[in-house]
């Protein structure tokens, strides 16, 4: 067994690290294999710099047909297994062809490089960004050596940012109006608004708050929606009678949420909806879902 | 419904098994500083509170154990060295709960700290709880929630002197967090009546009372806020809590909640809000008992009357009587269905509030009393036992209070009160009144007074239409009668002309009264006219009095002891008698001498006999003092005496009664005193001698009473004997 995992082995080892990787901040990435790691965080326009160390296993010198450092932008749609779309390519070639014998630094650098997508982990797609370094080599496979790395725009307070304010109901049953002070919140903000109960002839149990992530892929005839409720927030507990209102203050920051994502690359969209509902005793179930545009704001991050 | 009873248990155990378990757990994260871990468990604990299935009672055990836990948490909490996270902080990180309840039990615990550490006003973090509260909306667990928030924020209100006294109105923030709550709560607590979980209206009832505290709990807050002062109270407190319990339209609640602001307020501010509080009362459910409240409120300021003489002239600047007064009238022409006891109790407790407050003021009380009057005339016949105690109460009232029922006499009103009484009643009310003035020894002396105190207490002096005779007590009927006759002499005045009036007054009431009366009474107003009569010097008036007597004693009384006890008083009064002449005095006498010696009773006769011996020997300065004919009367008693020795020799072949002998023995003794110089020494030794020949007689029976009296008589010889000097030298020639 040794011998043939000796055999496979790859002849020789890669590492790839940023120039300011000890003080860059770090993410958390989840990778297929479901772990959990920290990698480094960018945003668009930014230069990403490093360095490749490539460190042959002792006694053993690899053949080449060149070495090169790709960036890449990959949407990856899961019902499409293995067919990566590269909206962003970027290559820097390292060294020509030849053979390597020790350790050898190839220092890189893309300058302000434009990511305008965000790496995002969805439930049937997924957008990631890496770093991809090939050593090429004739008849036998190249070696390839990948890194991660997040990226995550911000984008200034919006200029208009309007309460969202309804009057919901059921005819001569069920009559409410709830406002939500903002239609646009940044991932650490708070929700805040009031439900006003204008009539209630059935016997409500309780009332929550839920945040509701709408994933959207491919598109025409093709199109897959996946929803997912991120928060079940109680709002109130008991039956109101007319003339309540009851006070909405839900913080966001505890929830995994993104920036709402408009039709990305033409393969995706995320959208985020508040859905207010109400329960009765018969634990029947009215709702009233609105969208709400997230968006990441720097001074919060 | 015993299953249920045992279902609760379960499940009550299961709620406290589950608090228990987090709780633990909630501990262990404490103790390591674990501030995540503490959050998680103390609200899965809180989650408990979360269950619909206990009553009140078992919810507040369970809410008892969660308190306890909270308090440890609060500890933590307030260190920020263990946990490292600000209190800011902390305030929003609790808030991430997803569950309403134990969300808000922890947000109330941490804005308590929030408040302490007063990195934020405490006006802003009460008002955003109070806000917050709002979420539950459930009533016992919406009660609970935020009678934890009162409990907690007690001794962190703006208040002022506090340490937490804000700029500007911060007295203000107080009262308002508070007032607040107090509305939320009772709205809880009122909507337990439509929505709770009791099914049967009884047990919700019983099980919203047990929550009444909870609510009530907020007024005593606001009670205690050092900054509510009478302006305060006046223009906000009390309006907006009015306004609460006015708008509810829950009986309960605004039974219990009136009673609340009138206890725990201080009475002074309700003296000044008067209108206010009254005001509210007509606005009440016209079941809710508006008439304890009133009551109590009386009760309240009454007392608070006669705290201190200080008060008095507040109760006069706010016109507390014809407010209290307008607010009982619109009451109870509000609540028609009102029971007539209800009413009477509401006039007695206005009544006892202006006797303590105007005891001057006997128009008020006049004025009550026709208010009442006026109530009861709308009721065809009295029957509430209840209601009849309380007239009864009323009536009571002013005697009491004035001492006197010449005071009573002049209130136009009492007597018509009066009347709507029941016979028993009425009975029993004109004893209280006579008690009352020979209690006080108050002396009517005017015939309209007179004459009004009869038409009170006519009960007593008549028979009145539809009384069962059959039922009356011997006993009781003779206590009255004996009390009538006392209350006679009561009714006084020198002024013969007044007097005179009175008697006839006296006499037309009496008259009446039938065979069974009239020798209680008759005898009481024959010595009062005597009284007078002697008084003025009018001899044919007086004589006219005594053939009067002596033809009624003849005429009306069949009864042979009432002849008895009738013949005594005549005797004894016609021997206070000076006022007549000798002709006159002795047609009288002789009369008198004469039915003595008519009398049933052989004993009765001779004791009746030896009396009459006294209306010849008057001890006063120009007394009469015929010595022979007293001496002649008591020869007679002997002779009676003798007779009735001899026929109860011949009736039962045993002796008489030998105590007669010595009845006269001691009025020889006393006539000898008195230096009547008939009566020798040999007389009353040959007396003493017969006596004890008697005694020692095979036929006489021994009588131990006989023994004993003879006994002390002889006694009383040999102790005048040894006392020397005029006396001693008298009775010296005595022997024994």
Sequence with gaps: MNYLVGAFKPPCNIFISFTDGR?????????????????????????????????????????????????????????DRGNFYDFTSLVRELDVPGELYERKTYPFEFSTVEMPYESYNGVNVRLRYILKVTISRNYVSNIVEYQDFVVRNYTPPPSINNSIKMEVGIEDCLHIEFEYSKSKYHLKDVVIGKIYFLLVRIKLKNMELEIRRRESTGSGPNTYVETETLAKFELMDGTPVRGESIPIRLFLSPYELTPTYRNINNKFSVKYYLNLVLVDEEDRRYFKQQEITMYRNLEAS | MLNGTEDE???????????????????????????????????????????????????????????????RLELFFKDDSKHGVSVVDLYELVQHAGNILPRLYLLCTVGSIYIKSKEAPAKEVLKDLVEMCRGVQHPIRGLFLRSYLAQISRDKLPDIGSEYEGDADTVMDAVDFVLQNFTEMNKLWVRMQHQGPGRVREKREKERSELQDLVGKNLHVLSQIEGVDLEMYKETVLPRVLEQVVNCKDDLAQYYLMDCIIQVFPDEYHLQTL???????????????????????????SNYAASSTDVLPEF????????????????IEAQVDMPAVGAITLYVSLLTFTLRVHPDRLDHVDQVLGACVKKLSNIPKLEDSRAMKQVVAL???????????????????????MDHLDIGTNKLMAMVIIQSIMKNNSCISTADKVEVLFELIKGLIKDTDGADVDELDEEDFKEEQNSVARLIHMLYNDEPEEMLKIICIVRKHTMVGGPKRLPFTVSSLVFSALRAANGCDIEHVAYEFFTQAFVLYEEEIADSKAQVTAIHLIIGTLQRMNVFGVENRDTLTHKATGYSARLLKKADQCRAVYACSHLFWVDDQDGIKDGERVLLCLKRALRIANA?????????????????????????????????KQITSSAIQGLIEFINTEMQSDSTNPDSVADAFLASTLRYIQFQKQKGGVVGEKFESIKL
């Design chain 2, 644 to 676: 009735a020795q001899q026929m109860a020799n011949v009736a039962r072949g045993s002796g008489g009664p030998v105590s007669l002998f010595v009845e006269i023995l001691n009025k020889y003794i006393y006539f000898f005193e008195k230096g009547n």
């Design chain 2, 275 to 301: 209108e206010t509080l009254l005001g509210a009362c007509p606005q009440l459910q016209p079941t809710v008992d508006v008439k304890t409240v009133l009551s109590r409120l009386m009760d309240r300021l």
């Design chain 2, 316 to 331: 006069l600047q706010v016109e507390a009587f014809s407010k209290l007064s307008n607010a009982i009238g619109k009451v």
């Design chain 1, 23 to 79: 003080s860059r901040k770090q993410v958390p990435l989840k990778k297929e294999n479901g772990k959990t790691v920290m990698v480094a965080l960018f945003q668009s326009q930014e230069n990403i710099v490093g360095e490749v160390v490539i460190e042959p296993i002792h006694g053993k010198k690899v053949e080449h047909n060149g070495v090169k450092i790709e960036l890449l932008g990959q949407i990856e749609l899961y019902f």
């Design chain 2, 395 to 417: 009536l009571s009232a002013p005697l009491e209070k004035y001492n006197d029922i010449v005071t009573a006499l002049t209130l136009s009103n009492y007597p018509r009160v």
């Design chain 2, 9 to 71: 248990e379960k499940w009550l155990a299961e709620g406290i098994a589950g608090i228990q378990h987090n709780a633990f757990y909630m501990h262990r994260a404490l103790d390591s500083n674990n501030l995540r871990e503490a959050l998680k468990y103390s609200a899965q604990m809180l989650s408990e509170l979360r269950t619909s299935k206990l009553s009140p009672r078992k919810y507040y055990e369970l809410y008892m154990r969660a308190f306890d836990e909270l308090k």
